[in-house]
């Protein structure tokens, strides 16, 4: 690439994947959980809508927030199951309204594992029965551990819904193998502490990652892309460790990924939304992405094709990553909360009307945990999806009411459902 672009030019730039899927320029939207669904967990109008808007916004790819591969472990209430084929009108639907203005949509596939909050699943499982820290676990249940069958059970249903996905439209689908989720969970030592062979050593905890991939593979394809996002590292002790990330994107690379979405944190240890402070050089900080050094180093470790999210504000920055070579996308995802036709302004060189910056209500135990984060933007992605604009400068602590209420009377009406 030459370096006589501008940083806008740059990000205008098209790009190839080696399977030879175009991507009409370097902003992805990075996945968002919108928590759109219907109470049992379907498609509806608002996420079609949604969709289009940002499709519109002039994004490169979208990748949808979690959809989750089981009705019995859903990560919040009104998440999107896809399961089989019953909501498939709807979801091609949505993938002809987030395809528009030749845009890529890739759906991201999900399965929370122990990371749900108490009571609104039967149960929740994970590779071991490992608690959540104290502070948290008045909110999430001990998990139960996961039976050998229940493993396999899940990396079929990770390849039905991928092959649903396909069939329905999108142009990609994504494993959520980041933030504390249940491929992160396999891959961590601290929450995977089995001894046979899906933990006991780094290689091990990975089987269960390779697996879905594989079967995914079989499910959708060589051409139909496949990516990732994972974690650079979970920032836990005994976790999972950059080193150990490393030899996880040099074996995916190796199997054929298509590609690397790179992020950081877990619930516990929430770095990817900027309200855990990591220790950083003042260099570092000044380049804004809180994971570059690390991309850097898969750079330098393979060629699959890399895309970073968390941390990014101007055009400058982007383009200069880029360039750098260090990587081949720019993930955006609150801002575009905020700013639905922010890529717009950005290819053209120009900034965004609003800044994003952290969402603090002053409560200690909630801004901690980083969940003000998830419940302010997710109203945001409401209103865009009622066919509204965002309110940028919305109280926290009004969201935060609302936000509260909202969700323990959707987890209620979940509970009900499932409980008939």
């Known amino acids: 690439m030459t370096n006589n672009l501008s940083s806008a030019q740059v990000l205008a730039q098209p790009f190839t994947l080696p399977n030879g899927t175009v991507l009409k320029n370097r902003l992805a939207k990075s996945a968002m959980s919108e928590t759109l669904g219907t109470t049992d967990n379907r498609v509806t109008d608002s996420l079609i809508r949604l969709y289009q808007r940002w499709a519109e916004g002039g994004i490169g790819l979208q990748i949808t927030g979690n959809v989750m591969i089981d009705q019995r472990a859903i990560g919040e209430p009104n998440n999107v199951v896809v399961e089989d084929e019953r909501d498939l009108a709807l979801l091609s639907a949505w993938a002809a309204a987030g395809t528009k203005n030749g845009t890529q949509l890739w759906m991201q596939i999900n399965h929370p594992g122990k990371q749900s909050p108490k009571g609104l699943n039967k149960e929740n499982v994970s590779p071991s029965a490992i608690p959540f820290k104290k502070d948290m676990a008045a909110f999430f249940a001990t998990p139960r551990e996961l039976t ?161 999210t968390g941390g990014f504000r101007t055009v400058e920055v982007m383009g200069d990553a880029i360039t750098s070579g260090a990587i081949d996308l720019v993930g955006v995802a609150r801002a575009l909360a905020i700013e639905p036709d922010a890529p717009n302004r950005l290819l053209a060189g120009q900034k965004t009307r609003h800044a994003v910056k952290p969402i603090m209500t002053g409560i200690k135990m909630i801004d901690k945990m980083g969940l003000m984060e998830v419940a302010w933007y997710t109203r945001q992605l409401r209103r865009i999806a009622e066919g509204k604009n965002p309110k940028p400068n919305e109280s926290p602590l009004v969201s935060l009411v609302c936000g509260m209420t909202g969700n323990g009377w959707n987890t209620f009406k979940t509970r009900r459902l499932r409980a008939s």
């Open 148 to 308: 050998d069958a229940e493993i396999n059970d899940i990396i079929q249903r990770f390849a039905r819904t991928a092959a649903v996905a396909k069939k329905a439209g999108f142009s990609g689908v994504q494993i959520h193998g980041a933030h504390g989720y249940l491929v992160s969970q396999f891959l961590s030592g601290h929450h995977n502490t089995r001894t046979d062979q899906w933990g006991g050593n780094p290689e091990n905890r990975r089987r269960f990652v390779l697996s879905v991939f594989e079967a995914m593979r079989a499910a959708v394809g060589s051409d139909f892309p496949i990516g990732i996002k994972l974690n650079s590292a979970d920032f836990q002790r005994g976790g999972f460790t950059e080193e150990e990330s490393l030899d996880v994107i040099r074996a995916l690379s190796a199997a054929g990924i298509d590609l690397i979405e790179v992020s950081g944190g877990t619930y516990e240890a929430p770095v990817m939304s900027g309200t855990k402070k990591m220790e950083v050089k003042d260099s570092t900080r000044q380049r804004e992405a809180y994971f570059l050094e690390f991309a850097e180093k898969a750079r330098a470790a393979v060629t699959t094709p890399l895309m970073l």
